[in-house]
């Protein structure tokens, strides 16, 4: 179904580089917790994504990721995400994140 591109427009879709990971097994499905930068306009905001098929904690640290930024919060378990990182499946299925190919500041935004 097509958008129209002030529908496009409303989501803000931002880079930032993930400060913390820290793998959450008490979920129905394993994830990821993160801590995100995205900048001194949006600041640190959290989100858990189901990326331990392609992920280890220890490897996303200071990794850029792209993430849409102003979804409302959402509870997953006793944790609140602030924003919902973008992936994509591989050949098997499992998540691929999203992320520029070279260094950009935190914070730019999708256009």
């Known amino acids: 179904m ?3 591109y002030s529908d496009f427009e409303k989501l803000d879709i931002r880079v930032g580089t993930v ?15 993160l801590q995100i930068d995205f900048g001194s ?9 189901q990326i331990t098929d392609n992920y280890s904690p220890e490897l996303l640290i200071g990794k ?3 993430a849409v930024v102003n979804f409302p919060p959402k509870q997953i378990g006793k944790f609140i ?6 992936g994509l499946p591989d050949d098997m ?3 691929v994140l999203v992320s520029p190919d070279n260094s ?8």
Not at 24 to 33: S, V
Not at 43 to 49: C, P, T, W
Not at 104 to 111: A, D, P, Q, R, S
Request: charged share 15%.
């Open 93 to 95: 299925g499992k998540v």
């Open 19 to 33: 400060l913390q990971a820290e793998l959450a097994t008490n979920l129905h499905k394993p994830a990821i917790r």
């Open 64 to 66: 850029q990721v792209i």
């Open 81 to 86: 995400s602030e924003c919902l990182v973008l």
């Open 2 to 4: 097509p958008i129209s």
């Open 104 to 111: 950009v500041n935190n914070g730019e935004k999708l256009h």
């Open 41 to 49: 306009s949006i600041g640190v905001l959290k989100s858990s994504a």
